[in-house]
């Protein structure tokens, strides 16, 4: 067991935040695991799309640091679905289920990649208010594994276990992103063979996202500099994509920002979703504090979000970048 497994923050979310299971297909098999966290007045959260070898937990420290302060998060756990179309109707379910109109969606790696997919399929009706994308691609194509998809479901749990780790950084990295590669380790091993065969068959099957159909959804991308499994040239084929969206760069963090950078994620996050604050697609409701409580560190980083946030926008990138892409992680 890894280290941020052991600490008193996941505990203390493990033992507070439940993890609830919704079924929204005929095949009751098929069940969304998700931890809602937050006011539930709140009716267009922010939703959390893992990568392909995490689970909705892997986002712990963004629920417990965002909830605290009035916004409603939920982070999901897909069912095993074997193709794009499925997984958007399942989820475009789960929205209705929970009575949900429209919602923000950060997603992950291939959590990325099924948000587009989201708010391509749901564009004449929209449901996406907006998403934020990490570490993130727009085309499977990339990881030139469209041949061999169709073969995942057969595959042993050790084959495809081999595929995720070689995407894994190497080497020497510092203390938090050694944590978040061994959470992450832990998490992909406790992935079922079918859950992870439907995930990467979902991440390499060909499919490729139209952006005309996303013209109108708010997108910030948020990348690292340091080494992660997609290179430079997949990061500028995004930006060339979407050239309208902001750009929240990390100097470090590598592959799961969200658990070694989570601090700076969510002071990104919050600059994200402040436009939205007042209006109906607020994924936050007001929290007034008691006059005697003094504000903390972490309500002094939130306040200073935007001078943060904007002198990382824009920052020209700097060091050497991996060239090939490896398996979405």
């Given at each position: 067991?890894?280290?941020?497994?052991k600490?008193?923050?996941y505990?203390s979310?493990?033992?507070?935040i439940?993890?609830?299971?919704?079924?929204?297909?005929?095949?009751?098999?098929?069940?969304?695991?998700?931890y809602?966290?937050?006011?539930?007045?709140?009716?267009?959260?922010?939703?959390?799309?893992?990568?392909?070898?995490?689970?909705?937990?892997?986002f712990?420290?963004?629920?417990?640091?965002?909830?605290?302060?009035?916004?409603?998060?939920?982070?999901?756990?897909?069912p095993?679905?074997?193709?794009?179309?499925?997984?958007c109707?399942?989820?475009?379910?789960?929205?209705?289920?929970?009575?949900?109109?429209?919602?923000?969606?950060?997603?992950?790696?291939?959590?990325?990649?099924?948000?587009?997919?989201?708010?391509?399929?749901?564009s004449?009706?929209?449901?996406?208010?907006?998403l934020?994308?990490?570490?993130?691609?727009?085309?499977?194509?990339?990881?030139?594994?469209?041949?061999?998809?169709?073969?995942?479901w057969?595959m042993?749990?050790l084959?495809?276990?081999k595929?995720?780790i070689?995407?894994?950084?190497?080497g020497?990295?510092?203390?938090?992103?050694?944590?978040?590669?061994?959470?992450?380790?832990?998490?992909?091993?406790?992935?079922?063979q079918?859950?992870?065969?439907?995930?990467?068959?979902?991440?390499?099957?060909?499919?490729?996202?139209?952006?005309?159909?996303?013209?109108?959804?708010?997108?910030?991308i948020?990348?690292?500099?340091d080494?992660?499994?997609?290179?430079?040239?997949?990061?500028?084929?995004?930006?060339?994509?979407?050239?309208?969206?902001k750009?929240?760069?990390l100097?470090?963090?590598?592959?799961?920002?969200?658990l070694?950078?989570?601090?700076?994620?969510?002071?990104?996050?919050?600059?994200?979703?402040?436009?939205?604050e007042?209006?109906?697609y607020?994924?936050?409701e007001?929290?007034?504090?008691?006059d005697?409580?003094i504000?903390?560190?972490?309500?002094?980083?939130?306040?200073?979000?935007?001078?943060?946030?904007?002198?990382?926008?824009?920052e020209?990138?700097?060091?050497?970048?991996?060239?090939?892409?490896?398996?979405?992680?």
């Amino acid at each position: 067991m890894g280290e941020l497994a052991k600490t008193l923050e996941y505990h203390s979310f493990r033992s507070t935040i439940p993890l609830k299971k919704i079924v929204v297909d005929d095949d009751h098999r098929k069940s969304w695991s998700l931890y809602d966290a937050g006011p539930r007045s709140v009716r267009c959260p922010l939703i959390f799309f893992p990568p392909a070898s995490g689970t909705a937990d892997v986002f712990f420290k963004q629920i417990f640091a965002l909830s605290a302060v009035g916004y409603r998060v939920i982070a999901v756990d897909y069912p095993v679905y074997w193709n794009l179309r499925e997984i958007c109707e399942g989820f475009q379910k789960l929205l209705d289920h929970l009575q949900l109109d429209k919602v923000h969606i950060f997603g992950a790696s291939l959590g990325g990649f099924i948000a587009q997919k989201f708010a391509e399929y749901t564009s004449r009706s929209p449901r996406v208010a907006s998403l934020m994308l990490c570490n993130s691609f727009n085309d499977t194509s990339i990881f030139q594994q469209t041949s061999a998809a169709p073969t995942f479901w057969m595959m042993p749990a050790l084959f495809l276990k081999k595929m995720v780790i070689g995407s894994f950084q190497k080497g020497m990295v510092d203390s938090s992103i050694a944590d978040s590669i061994d959470f992450l380790v832990d998490k992909l091993d406790s992935l079922p063979q079918k859950v992870l065969a439907s995930r990467l068959t979902l991440n390499c099957m060909s499919s490729y996202i139209e952006p005309q159909k996303l013209l109108s959804v708010d997108i910030t991308i948020m990348d690292v500099f340091d080494h992660c499994a997609l290179s430079q040239a997949v990061k500028d084929e995004m930006y060339k994509c979407y050239p309208n969206a902001k750009r929240a760069h990390l100097k470090s963090g590598g592959n799961f920002p969200y658990l070694s950078r989570s601090t700076e994620v969510n002071v990104f996050i919050k600059v994200h979703l402040q436009k939205y604050e007042g209006t109906k697609y607020s994924a936050k409701e007001d929290l007034e504090l008691p006059d005697d409580v003094i504000p903390t560190e972490n309500n002094k980083n939130t306040s200073e979000a935007s001078n943060l946030t904007n002198d990382n926008l824009n920052e020209d990138l700097t060091g050497d970048q991996p060239n090939n892409n490896t398996m979405d992680s």
